[in-house]
């Protein structure tokens, strides 16, 4: 059975950082990309940040690109989320996603597995 259970949301105040985690089971985690997406009240999920299998090749869009980093660690099967300069629009539940694909990393459709979701607000 597979698990992905998300940390280290919270509440923070505009310009502050934040590090989500994401630890995986059940699944062989250097065999799967990893994603990160986000859900605003309202509004529908976007991506967020993904990273490869494979050299660890990262993908975000330009909403967070140079503010937020996604990395991995195989030997603790977890994927991270590091989020600096935040802004109110951050504001969301994020949520990470694990898939066998190798493309398509920013669609969700692409995902098979996602855990529950956490918690950040930024506050102005």
């Known amino acids: 059975q597979v698990q992905l259970v998300e940390s280290g949301g919270g509440l923070v105040q505009a310009g502050g950082s934040l590090r989500l985690s994401c630890a995986a089971s059940g699944l062989t985690f250097s065999s799967v990309a990893m994603g990160w997406f986000r859900q605003a009240p309202g509004k529908e999920r976007q991506f967020v940040a993904a990273?490869?299998?494979?050299?660890?090749?990262?993908y975000y869009p330009d909403s967070v690109k140079g503010r937020f980093t996604i990395s991995r660690d195989n030997a603790k099967n977890t994927v991270f989320l590091q989020m600096n300069s935040l802004k109110p629009e951050d504001t969301a539940v994020y949520y990470c996603?694990?898939?066998?694909?190798?493309?398509?990393?920013?669609?969700?459709?692409?995902?098979?597995?996602w855990g529950q979701g956490t918690r950040v607000t930024v506050s102005s």
């Open positions: 990273i490869s299998w494979h050299n660890d090749i990262t």
């Open positions: 996603a694990a898939t066998g694909s190798a493309h398509g990393l920013g669609y969700e459709r692409e995902y098979d597995y």
